[in-house]
């Protein structure tokens, strides 16, 4: 499937870059440039970049690392679409909630995400990292998803209310708070998510269908 994509800054704060033997030019900078920190802060991204784009565009903010992106789809497969950035760093949302992520380090390989159409009350959650030494860590946490009601958030700087939904969980690993912005259809228009120990938590906005 052809994919477009706005990339402006990418989630490590770097640039795009070219292909190399592996696919993947640049690859042990963008660890390198994750380890120092030395690059200086993208331009922080606006609405204006935007345009006159009408492609399907999320907005992404990890604020562990001072960073964010515009993603385009790169691939679907029913209710499950990867989008990706400029350097290749994808999101994975099935019905708009995050189920994994590549290209971060401490990667979200696999979660069992509620279906918040539905889920209320009592749930359950997995989650599978690749740990520092490429072994899969399996994580599970118990629990309760709530309606808080209606909420207006800013979607890259545009006002927008929607009602929230927030997932509290209490495991071994300790507690998350993962939080959803739905539409009137269910879909969820913005989401908070816990990622992994290293990189914690992301937003994504849903800023063009």
């Known amino acids: ?19 190399s033997q592996d696919g993947f030019e640049g690859y042990d900078a963008i660890r ?9 802060p993208p331009q922080p991204l606006t609405r204006a970049m935007i345009g006159d784009f009408t492609d399907p565009l999320l907005y992404a903010a990890l604020p562990s690392r ?5 993603l385009g789809i790169a691939m679907v497969d029913g ?6 950035t400029q350097n290749q760093v994808a999101l994975i949302l099935r019905d708009g909630a995050l189920i994994g992520t590549r290209g971060l380090g401490e990667d979200l390989m696999a ?4 279906d918040l159409r539905v889920a209320r009350g009592t749930s359950r959650r997995i989650n ?13 946490w118990a629990c309760e998803v709530t309606e808080l009601g209606m909420e207006t958030v800013a979607l890259l700087g545009q006002a927008w209310t929607g009602k929230r939904v927030d997932e509290t969980c209490d495991g071994s690993a300790g507690k ?3 939080s959803y912005w739905l539409d009137r259809d269910g879909s969820i228009r913005q989401a908070r998510q816990w990622v992994s120990p290293s ?6 906005q849903r800023l063009i269908d």
């Open 1 to 19: 499937m052809r994919w477009s994509l706005i990339a402006v800054a990418s989630l490590l704060g770097l640039t795009a870059c070219g292909n």
């Open 32 to 40: 390198q440039y994750v380890r120092a920190q030395t690059a200086p």
């Open 66 to 70: 001072n960073a964010e992106a515009f």
């Open 79 to 84: 209710p499950i679409v990867t989008w990706w």
């Open 111 to 114: 979660s069992s995400a509620p």
């Open 128 to 140: 599978q990292y690749i740990g520092p030494d490429d072994t899969t860590l399996t994580l599970a």
């Open 176 to 178: 998350l708070v993962n």
């Open 199 to 204: 990189v914690g938590y992301i937003t994504i």
